[in-house]
């Protein structure tokens, strides 16, 4: 079991940063993360996904060379840098884990076991 609990959400203006933490607990071996986002009346997208070992990360188009994902192990947590916010990013965003024992990328929300309870990111223009 893991359990996940993300911080760092808020408002900020368009062109701004947030940095959003996951924090993992319980069994957190070999775990691949990954961020999703839901805005109001929408579908949860994929955002970005980062292995086990941090070696590779992907990320979906619409946040791509905006967003950067990495991750500290000693700490059992999960970062997700966003810069150059657009209001367009306002939505609840998740962190999600699941255990792999490849070093492999998920990026749909069904391969994915546990959540976070999501924090608010809302970008105003």
């Known amino acids: 079991q893991v359990q996940l609990v993300e911080s760092g959400g808020g408002l900020v203006q368009a062109g701004g940063s947030l940095r959003l933490s996951c924090a993992a607990s319980?069994?957190?071996?070999?775990?691949?993360m990954g961020w999703f986002r839901q805005a109001p009346g929408k579908e949860r997208e994929f955002v970005a996904a980062?292995?086990?070992?941090?070696?590779?990360?992907y990320y979906a188009d619409a946040v791509k060379g905006r967003f950067t994902t990495s991750r500290d192990n000693g700490k059992n947590t999960v970062y997700l840098q966003m810069n150059s916010l657009k209001p367009e990013d306002t939505a609840v965003y998740y962190c999600?884990?699941?255990?792999?024992?490849?070093?492999?990328?998920?990026?749909?929300?069904?391969?994915?076991?546990?959540w976070g309870q999501g924090t608010q990111v809302t970008v105003s223009s």
């Open positions: 999600a884990t699941r255990y792999s024992g490849l070093d492999v990328i998920y990026r749909n929300g069904v391969d994915y076991n546990y």
């Open positions: 319980g069994r957190t071996f070999g775990i691949a």
């Open positions: 980062i292995t086990w070992s941090g070696g590779r990360t």
